[in-house]
């Protein structure tokens, strides 16, 4: 079971680049979610689609964009990447009711220079 | 709109001494909490969760956790902690945010473990 998949593992960019992060997942769940972890912040949510066709700014949404591709796919792209967004970044999904777990990708680890 | 303290950011405890973690949440409603475990370089891993009934919980690698409403708390226990144990703990409170379910996270606490 390959649950939910991240591409790519590491990552670095300049300043103004642009990059898109891949996720896909394997487990036929409606929501689909991209968190930011910084040391001492946690968790904290950039957009969520919660069924295919939809997607919602979270917490922390500025400078990125988000794809629900499909039912299995759900993008990030930063447009024009800065120093501020150098973290590590988690895909989840879920089944969308709030007694399901969320399952997470292994991460992307993005540094911005 | 639901939210999750983890008060402390770092815990150390000895190999064998028993650990708790506290949790505590803000939800209008009945809540839906879940602890996590993150290996270094991994990603998140469920422990337990707790929806209804029994307010003592048990999960994987010997973890419980007890959840009590009056106090909106619900803290991770283990008896004997393993040097393996060391990692980073998440409690999360799922719950319904413009009609979508949102998973909040705590900020987390980092597990040492020393010999």
């Known amino acids: 079971n390959a649950g939910v998949t991240q591409t790519p593992k590491f990552q670095v960019l300049k300043t103004g680049q642009s990059m898109t992060l891949q996720c896909a997942q394997d487990?036929?769940?409606?929501?689909m979610y991209w968190y930011r972890q910084d040391p001492g912040m946690g968790l904290r949510l950039i957009y969520y689609?919660?069924?295919?066709?939809?997607?919602d700014k979270g917490e922390v949404p500025n400078g990125y964009n988000v794809s629900r591709l499909n039912k299995r796919e759900f993008s990030l792209r930063l447009e024009s990447a800065a120093p501020s967004q150098t973290s590590v970044y988690f895909c989840?999904?879920?089944?969308?009711?709030?007694?399901?777990?969320?399952?997470f990708g292994q991460g992307t680890r993005l540094t911005v220079v | 709109a639901q939210s999750v303290t983890q008060p402390d950011i770092h815990i150390t405890v000895s190999e064998g001494a028993s650990l708790e973690l506290r949790c505590n949440y803000s939800?209008?409603?009945?809540?839906?909490l879940f602890w996590y475990v993150q290996s270094p370089g991994q990603g998140l891993q469920l422990l337990l969760k707790?929806?209804?009934?029994?307010?003592l919980v048990q999960g994987i690698k010997g973890f419980e956790a007890e959840f009590k409403r009056s106090q909106s708390s619900f803290n991770l226990r283990k008896p004997s902690v393993h040097w393996s144990d060391a990692a980073e703990y998440f409690c999360?409170?799922?719950?319904?945010?413009?009609?979508?379910?949102?998973?909040?996270f705590g900020r987390g606490t980092s597990l040492i473990v020393h010999p």
């Open positions: 989840a999904s879920s089944e969308g009711d709030r007694g399901t777990e969320a399952f």
């Open positions: 487990m036929n769940h409606n929501s």
């Open positions: 689609s919660a069924s295919e066709g939809t997607t």
């Open positions: 939800y209008g409603a009945t809540p839906y």
């Open positions: 707790y929806f209804s009934g029994d307010t």
């Open positions: 999360a409170v799922g719950g319904r945010t413009g009609g979508s379910y949102i998973p909040t």
